[in-house]
T-cell receptor, first 111, second 117 residues
Framework: QKEVEQNSGPLSVPEGAIASLNCTYS??????FFWYRQYSGKSPELIMS????GDKEDGRFTAQLNKASQYVSLLIRDSQPSDSATYLC???????????FGSGTRLQVQP | EPEVTQTPSHQVTQMGQEVILRCVPI?????FYWYRQILGQKVEFLVS????????KSEIFDDQFSVERPDGSNFTLKIRSTKLEDSAMYFC???????????????FGPGTRLTVT
């Protein structure tokens, strides 16, 4: 079973719409959850981190965590063409700092 | 805004040679990391470094690899006797020591593309 699973996409949304990206993880002792954005040929860029169940909002981004369901999601409101990228979900285990990454979801925002 | 820097941006080496990849972490960060991403694949953890010693390492990080903080600013990854399968993007990352809420956020550098021929 994959440790961190993401739908590879592409997820295509029109400009101005809400993009919803999902991630599930298998390790129940996972502690912290991160969303990174990676443009083609570039390095991962941290967007959001979340540690507690519920929602966390930062500008157009909202991260949602449900530890009982082992599920974390990222919502992007008012999607822009510049949001087109691969979004990586990453998880670390309690007491450890090593991040385990999913394979990423490619998002395409259509103008 | 402070950022992680890496040199070189691209390194080409022949199989069997040794390479050293360099990183300058964000200045007030205390944790340093190396990850790699083979083309088209996931980002994979290699090693973390804190207080001048390795704190975690993955199965990938075998005797072929070593890390060092030679001075107060640089953090290096040495790959001995490179193999074709070592060709990948190598990312350095750094993070703070965290607080009671265990903030383990990591900030990535732009990467070094290693090509082994």
């Amino acid at each position: 079973q994959k440790e961190v699973e993401q739908n590879s996409g592409p997820l295509s949304v029109p400009e101005g719409a809400i993009a919803s990206l999902n991630c599930t993880y298998s390790d129940r002792v996972s502690q912290s959850f991160f969303w990174y954005r990676q443009y083609s040929g570039k390095s991962p860029e941290l967007i959001m981190s979340i540690y507690s169940n519920g929602d966390k909002e930062d500008g157009r981004f909202t991260a949602q965590l449900n530890k009982a369901s082992q599920y974390v999601s990222l919502l992007i409101r008012d999607s822009q063409p510049s949001d087109s990228a691969t979004y990586l979900c990453a998880v670390n285990r309690t007491g450890r700092r090593a991040l385990t990454f999913g394979s990423g979801t490619r998002l395409q925002v259509q103008p | 805004e402070p950022e992680v820097t890496q040199t070189p941006s691209h390194q080409v080496t022949q199989m069997g040679q040794e390479v050293i990849l360099r990183c300058v972490p964000i200045s007030n960060h205390l944790y340093f990391y190396w990850y790699r991403q083979i083309l088209g694949q996931k980002v994979e953890f290699l090693v973390s470094f804190y207080n001048n010693e390795i704190s975690e390492k993955s199965e990938i990080f075998d005797d072929q690899f070593s890390v060092e903080r030679p001075d107060g600013s640089n953090f290096t990854l040495k790959i001995r006797s490179t193999k074709l399968e070592d060709s990948a993007m190598y990312f350095c990352a750094s993070g703070t020591s965290g607080g009671p809420v265990s903030s383990y956020e990591q900030y990535f550098g732009p990467g070094t593309r290693l090509t082994v021929t």
